[in-house]
Structures are given as structure tokens and as C-alpha cells.
């Protein structure tokens, strides 16, 4: 029996039917932005494996990291215990946060980070007796898969069967070009009631929900008038951070700074698991006192796993490198190129791009959501072709480790203009 026929047997995968899912393809090693299988094809990864992987597969300076941290601390509890590669980290991170950030909690996913965030937000005021417990999100978001991140997401078809469980969110349309004044009205409206808490979003870029896109100064003007009437900003930079949208934040190209960042995915290269928090001091002070009761109650078992603390310090090594803050620009500029050149296709409904960034949108007689039934075609081209794109419906999107070559996006770019001509 196979690898494959054995996962059919003993394994249930993350978003996938799996009555009618071809067998998962098996992959033994991982080089750069390939991932070779076990019959010794190559696929480029050009979404990054759920866009967590940075600088390539099986990096050298990162695996190495990890090895010297497990032959010295692989794991110990985080309450009452510290170690030096958690503070490192932490003092990292706020370095190179926005200047308000003043301290970091550690989880171990997007949707527990974004989880975490929510509850700082709710028991800020709770902890000052103040009756604030509504949470503003757009619609169209997504924040994650566990109840609370599910809640703050917006009414997406795969959440259908836990709406009766989740807590109540006022939606407003997302300030997408040509419906900021929308966005902003609706905001208006749902702060006269006065009792709204946070402010989540995705900032710049809407992941899930379709990789929408929309500008800094939009968005600086809801944070604006959220902070104005000193509702907590939550940005859900889960995917957005480490170098996504051109800069090391999304929040880096506006004037209004959230006051709470949610980070993951790209923390540690790719490598590990780990979900950060941050906050500002003004929020952290709320929970400070001699009153136990006034004690943010939330922990995670590997919270600031020394392991995954090294590898994140590892990827900011990388990152901040001159080569691949280049190959940064370098990937920027290149979908700007294709960008331009496969605008106007007839095949094409919209092209949109921020940074690494770019989403093309396909043409469809269906209606364009998450289950258009071109989603499984294009899916099954671009695999048979040597290249890995999630399609969201007629969505695709490319969202590469930053060390792809030029041949390989050009490679990727070249499927994508065949797929546009025969599917």
C-alpha cells in the first residue's frame, strides 16, 4: 500500500471533501520554492504551503537554528518560566512593530493569536467595570477556525454550521475602491450605540475572503474614528505580515497604528507552529493589578516554544537581509509586469496586487464564490503542470517564498496564461 492509499485509510485533511478528493500527492523533500514527490516530480509552491513559508523549503540557517535549540532547551512551561530565545524574540518583534507596541503574547496559530487578541479586547474594559462587549468586523474577513476567530469572520459558507454557536459581530462592507464612504457611514452608525469594543481587520489584504484589496488611507480613516471613541484596532496581520505587502507590516503604510497585532504563518519561516499577540502598554496596564481576578486567563501547552522561538529569530535574520528585502521588490516588480500584460485578457474578470501579492480573477458563468465549480479544474491544471495555486472559486492568487527564481515565476505565469486560454 502506497503512502497515498495509506493516508486515505488513517488521515482526515483541512479543507477537503474527502469523498471525492484525488489522493494527496506525497511529498518527500522540499528545496527552495519546490517540492519534489515521492515519484520525483517537482511543484513550485507558488502560495508558500498556506503562505507560511518565507524563504524556501529545508533552509539551511533555520533548520540549523533549530537543531542547536533542541540539543539545549527543546520545551518548558511558560508560567513562571521564561527563556532567552521567547524574550529575544519578543524584543525583536517590538522593534520592528509599529512604535506603540509595547508587549507580545505568545500562542500557537493565526486563529488562536486572533482568539487572543479578542479576549485582551473584551476583558480590557470588563476589567475597568466598562460595559463595551461588541466586536466591528468587515464583511468578507476571515480570522480563523476556532469559535471566537469564526465569530469575528464574516458569514462564510463553510461556517454555516456553527452559526447558531458564535457571538454576535457587526459587519461593515470593507473600504474596496469606490465603497470607502460605505464602510465608513456604516462604522458611523454602529458606534452611536456606544458599546462597541474592537475593531478587527485584515489590513490592506482580505485573504480568504477573496484577496481584496484596498488602500492605507481608507483604512487610517476607520481606525481614526474607532480610536477616536477608544474602541480597541485589531489588525489580523496573520498573512499580511513578514514582508507580504512590500513592507514588513501592512500596518507600516498607514498613519493610524492598531493598537493589537495578530501575527503567525510567516513568524517562523514555515517551519513551526507559533501565533503571536501584541499589544500596547495602555492595554497591558488594564490587566495589571493586585486583583487576581484582573489576570488574562489564557495559555496554550507550547506557548513560547523555545524551538519555534528560534526559528522565528532565524526567519528575521533572513528577512531583514538586504538579498531578500530585494527579492521582495524583486517579486513586486514582477507581478506588476504580469500584471499589466494579462490585464486586459478576455478571460479575465480583475487583477489586483499588493506587494507579493497578486490575485487574478477568472471569468465564470457561476456565481463567483468559494465553491464555483472552476475552483477543482483549475486546481487539477495547475498540479498536472508542476505548479501548487489554491484557487478561491475562480480566484487564484500567487503568494511565493521569497526565494523563487525569476524562471519559476515565469514558469507560473506562463500556466496561468494557458489556463486562461483552455479552461
Given at each position: 500500500m502506497t503512502v497515498s492509499e495509506k493516508d486515505a485509510r488513517y488521515v482526515w485533511h483541512p479543507y477537503t471533501q474527502m469523498k471525492t478528493a484525488a489522493l494527496p500527492l506525497p511529498i518527500v523533500r522540499g528545496e527552495g520554492a519546490l517540492l519534489i514527490a515521492e515519484d520525483g516530480k517537482t511543484?513550485?509552491?507558488?502560495?508558500?504551503?498556506?503562505?507560511?513559508?518565507?524563504?524556501?523549503?529545508?533552509?539551511?540557517?533555520?533548520?540549523?537554528?533549530?537543531?542547536?535549540?533542541?540539543?539545549?532547551?527543546?520545551?518548558?512551561?511558560?508560567?513562571?518560566?521564561?527563556?532567552?530565545?521567547?524574550?529575544?524574540?519578543?524584543?525583536?518583534?517590538?522593534?520592528?512593530?509599529?512604535?506603540?507596541?509595547?508587549?507580545?503574547?505568545?500562542?500557537?496559530?493565526g486563529s488562536t493569536a486572533v482568539e487572543v487578541a479578542i479576549k485582551m479586547?473584551?476583558?480590557?474594559?470588563?476589567?475597568?467595570?466598562?460595559?463595551?462587549?461588541?466586536?466591528?468586523?468587515?464583511?468578507?474577513?476571515?480570522?480563523?477556525?476556532?469559535?471566537?476567530?469564526?465569530?469575528?469572520?464574516?458569514d462564510?459558507?463553510?461556517?454555516?454550521?456553527?452559526?447558531?454557536?458564535?457571538?454576535?459581530?457587526?459587519?461593515?462592507?470593507?473600504?474596496?475602491?469606490?465603497?470607502?464612504?460605505?464602510?465608513?457611514?456604516?462604522?458611523?452608525?454602529?458606534?452611536?450605540?456606544?458599546?462597541?469594543?474592537?475593531f478587527i481587520f485584515e489590513p490592506l489584504v482580505m485573504g480568504a475572503g477573496g484577496m481584496l484589496m484596498y488602500t492605507p488611507e481608507a483604512l487610517d480613516t476607520l481606525i481614526q474614528l474607532a480610536q477616536s471613541q477608544g474602541i480597541i484596532c485589531i489588525a489580523d496581520e496573520v498573512m499580511t505580515g513578514f514582508g507580504r505587502t512590500g513592507k514588513l507590516f501592512a500596518s507600516h503604510y498607514l498613519q493610524q497604528q492598531p493598537d493589537i497585532f495578530c501575527l503567525s504563518k510567516g513568524?517562523?519561516?514555515?517551519?513551526?507552529?507559533?501565533?503571536?499577540?501584541?499589544?500596547?502598554?495602555?492595554?497591558?496596564?488594564?490587566?495589571?493589578?493586585?486583583?487576581?481576578?484582573?489576570?488574562?486567563?489564557?495559555?496554550?501547552?507550547?506557548?513560547?516554544?523555545?524551538l519555534g522561538c528560534a526559528a522565528a529569530l532565524a526567519s528575521l535574520d533572513l528577512l531583514q537581509h538586504e538579498d531578500c528585502q530585494a527579492d521582495i521588490q524583486r517579486i513586486t516588480q514582477s507581478h506588476q509586469h504580469f500584471k499589466t500584460h494579462i490585464l486586459s485578457h478576455r478571460n479575465v474578470q480583475n487583477v489586483r496586487q499588493t506587494g507579493t501579492i497578486l490575485a487574478i480573477e477568472f471569468k465564470t458563468s457561476e456565481e463567483t464564490s468559494y465553491f464555483n465549480n472552476l475552483r477543482?479544474?483549475?486546481?487539477?491544471?495547475?498540479?498536472?503542470?508542476?505548479?501548487?495555486?489554491?484557487?478561491?472559486?475562480n480566484m487564484i492568487y500567487i503568494l511565493p517564498p521569497y526565494c523563487i527564481t525569476d524562471k519559476e515565476l515565469e514558469w507560473v505565469y506562463n500556466i496561468i496564461e494557458e489556463a486562461l486560454e483552455i479552461i
Open positions: 511543484y513550485i509552491d507558488a502560495v508558500s504551503s498556506w503562505w507560511v513559508n518565507l524563504h524556501g523549503h529545508g533552509h539551511p540557517y533555520i533548520a540549523e537554528r533549530i537543531a542547536k535549540q533542541a540539543l539545549t532547551l527543546e520545551q518548558v512551561i511558560f508560567a513562571g518560566f521564561t527563556h532567552a530565545p521567547a524574550v529575544g524574540l519578543a524584543e525583536q518583534l517590538i522593534q520592528i512593530l509599529p512604535s506603540n507596541q509595547a508587549k507580545v503574547f505568545y500562542s500557537d496559530n479586547a473584551i476583558q480590557f474594559f470588563h476589567n475597568q467595570g466598562v460595559n463595551r462587549k461588541i466586536i466591528v468586523a468587515f464583511e468578507n474577513g476571515y480570522h480563523g477556525d476556532t469559535f471566537g476567530a469564526m465569530s469575528a469572520s464574516s462564510l459558507s463553510f461556517n454555516n454550521a456553527f452559526q447558531d454557536y458564535l457571538f454576535a459581530v457587526k459587519y461593515i462592507p470593507p473600504p474596496l475602491p469606490g465603497q470607502e464612504a460605505q464602510s465608513l457611514q456604516v462604522l458611523q452608525t454602529i458606534l452611536e450605540q456606544n458599546n462597541v469594543c474592537a513568524l517562523t519561516g514555515g517551519f513551526l507552529p507559533m501565533g503571536v499577540t501584541t499589544s500596547t502598554q495602555a492595554i497591558f496596564d488594564a490587566f495589571w493589578s493586585d486583583d487576581k481576578r484582573k489576570t488574562f486567563f489564557h495559555g496554550h501547552s507550547y506557548t513560547a516554544n523555545p477543482d479544474r483549475l486546481y487539477n491544471f495547475f498540479i498536472e503542470k508542476g505548479v501548487l495555486l489554491r484557487p478561491l472559486g
